[in-house]
């Protein structure tokens, strides 16, 4: 059977009618039909209209039960009524200011206070921002211009971090490949002939590659949990790997938390007592608003402010706007100590109720995860690096994304799934038996077997 004749793939047809009309029309004024190229998915996306607490509502009227949090940035659900009165009281207060904005410094204060190895911090609009001026200023500081990246590793969509994300050799292949190949078209030459790539928890591959070329290095970026590529947790050994080679040879070690921020109140490198120089935000600290933030050691950070040849400016007409500011700072005030132990127990209940349904059903599939955060791989797995989840079998992926859509489950295109503090364990166990009757239904079209 073709894949577009699937009972899963006719139902999700059938169901979200005016949303395939949406996508037509859009497709005539906006490439691909949307911004966010990572939303497109076959045979055409649900559109939202509008969303409130752990529920989304398409323009088929579809309501959705939402674990895709809109990639893990939305921890207070949609429309938080605490961020919300906050974010209306700054509204009337004007949305971007001629002069710095005084609400900047409430976050930057709260940030050092909660991430240990922040001393200075600086606010944009992005985690892709965030990530280009943490580069650019390891380089300022090290004089130094390559960089090394994990293999899978995203780390938003700027030149030098666009490069080896797909297309990886199967893990069997244990012969190191450090070459970065493009992931889209229009990069320069030096964002590939200048980025090395490392494996994800390959602690003897780095050593040896970090030995050969860190001298060289302005900096390796690196997840302590890796998210869009698999939601895959970092092995203790591996990341304490990258501080000493790092630390040896005067690298910049910058700790990309834009989506593991939430899992642990200092961040995850608390949990790992990872100490980096640079650490990478955004999704969580804006609270439902655009907002990134590079923050670090004093001395490194010092880039941005000395005049002179290593002189950073970080810029952005909309740069530490007031109303991400406030947002973020009221969805970080909610997320406390308790707040995360609450979420991360939900994330313990959704990964051992969903490996059960795997277990139970002999699927060939796993689930990772950590924390608030888990991703069901069709693939037997174990999933330890990229190159394991990229195995995984691309028409499960879809067709057991579109048949928990239909079942009113979101969950991103690759099965990854984040919590929101509004879930209970009611909304979990929905999750679990609408994983469960998925499952039913690739088995009794024979997907399965193939
Ligand atoms: N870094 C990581 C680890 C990410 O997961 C992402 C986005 O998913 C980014 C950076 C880029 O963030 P943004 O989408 O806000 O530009």
């Known amino acids: 059977m073709e894949l577009l004749d699937s009972r899963i793939v006719r139902e999700f047809t059938a169901r979200n009618g005016q949303s395939r009309l949406h996508a037509e029309r859009a497709s005539t004024r906006v490439p691909t039909g949307m ?124 030149d030098f971090v666009m490069v080896g994300g797909h297309d990886l050799p199967p893990a069997a292949d244990k012969s190191a490949r450090l070459d970065a190949r493009p992931d889209t078209a229009g990069l320069p030459p030096a964002a590939t002939s200048d980025v090395i790539l490392l494996r994800y928890n390959d602690v003897e591959g780095c050593r040896q590659a970090l030995r050969a070329h860190g001298d060289d290095l302005a900096a390796v970026i690196v997840e302590p949990m890796l998210g869009s590529a698999g939601v895959i947790p970092a092995e203790p050994e591996f990341l304490g790997l990258l501080r000493t080679e790092t630390s040896r040879t005067g690298t910049m070690l910058i700790c990309d938390e834009v989506i593991s921020l939430r899992q642990a109140y200092g961040g995850l490198q608390s949990a790992y007592e990872l100490t980096p120089d640079l650490t990478t935000m955004a999704k969580i600290i804006g609270g439902g608003f655009p907002m990134g933030a590079v923050g670090g050691r004093a001395d490194v950070m010092s880039v941005f402010e000395t005049p002179g040849a290593r002189h950073v400016a970080h810029l952005g007409t909309f740069s530490a706007n007031p109303v991400s500011l406030t947002a973020g700072l009221a969805a970080l005030e909610l997320l ?40 069901i791989h069709w693939t037997p797995g174990p999933v330890t690096e990229a190159r394991h989840a990229e195995a995984a079998v691309p028409d499960l992926k879809l067709l057991a994304f579109l048949g928990l859509s239909n079942r009113g489950i979101q969950t991103s295109m690759r099965g990854m799934c984040s919590l929101s503090t509004p879930m209970t364990e009611a909304h979990i166990d929905a999750l679990i038996d609408a994983f469960s009757a998925t499952a039913d239904d690739l088995r009794a079209e024979g997907w399965l077997d193939r």
């Open 35 to 158: 911004s966010r190229a990572l939303l497109r998915h076959a045979p055409f996306a649900a559109y939202t209209v509008q969303a409130n607490g752990v529920y989304a509502t398409d323009l088929d009227g579809n309501r959705r039960l939402d674990f895709h949090g809109n990639y893990a940035a939305l921890i207070h659900g949609h429309a938080h009524p605490t961020i919300l009165a906050a974010t209306r009281a700054q509204l009337e207060k004007g949305t971007a200011y001629s002069t710095p904005a005084a609400q900047e410094l409430a976050l930057a204060e709260h940030l050092c206070g909660r991430v240990r190895s922040i001393e200075r911090i600086v606010f944009n609009n992005s985690g892709t921002e965030s990530v280009l001026m943490a580069l650019r200023a390891a380089r300022a500081y090290t004089g130094r211009h390559r960089i090394a990246k994990i293999e899978g590793g995203y780390h938003g969509f700027s």
């Open 336 to 375: 406390d100590e308790s707040a995360i132990t609450q979420l991360n127990a939900l994330g313990a209940r959704a990964r051992a109720g969903i490996s059960n349904v795997i277990r139970e059903k002999s699927l060939p599939a796993c689930v990772t995860g950590l924390g608030s955060m888990f991703q």
